[in-house]
């Protein structure tokens, strides 16, 4: 298995977390993003940058990805993209997606895209702290021990 993180909006607070784990379990990592993101240093992490663009480092993730990897990412439409290929994702928070719920998180993005869109105002999602820190960090530990790592 190959783990693969969206960069373009990794938490600061998650990268030492993974970083651990990379270590620990010696798992070959890729960081990919349209600018320089950088976890920490380690033979296994490898920095992958794609030219500017919305949807640039999820389509390389993609291109990438093997069934059974690992993404990290708060992306909801590259970890529906992700699932489909048998693969499995997990955002900042610890939520890990799956078969039986990609389609009900991507509906309800998809509904509120479409209310702001429609010039309605709304919350934003609430401001990422040390608790979500620790709700990720026990669920990419599960996660891992549940796959053999």
Not at 14 to 20: A, D, G, H
Not at 133 to 144: C, T
């Amino acid at each position: 298995m190959k783990m693969y993180i969206d960069g373009d909006a990794f938490p600061n607070l998650l990268k030492p977390i993974v970083l651990r784990q990379i270590e620990k379990l010696g798992i070959e990592t890729f960081v990919v993003a349209n600018k320089k993101v950088t976890i920490g240093k380690s033979q296994n992490v490898f920095y992958v940058i794609v030219d500017a663009g919305a949807d640039e480092a999820d389509n390389k993730i993609v291109e990438m990805l093997q069934e059974g990897d690992l993404v990290i990412t708060a992306d909801i439409p590259l970890a529906d993209r992700v699932i489909s290929k048998n693969a499995h994702a997990i955002d900042h928070r610890g939520e890990l997606y799956s078969r039986d719920n990609i389609k009900q998180y991507l509906a309800m993005r998809n509904l509120m895209e479409s209310i702001r869109e429609m010039g309605e105002v709304t919350k934003g999602a609430k401001a990422f702290g040390q608790k979500d820190a620790e709700h990720f960090a026990n669920q990419l530990n599960a996660f891992l021990q549940r796959y053999d790592f």
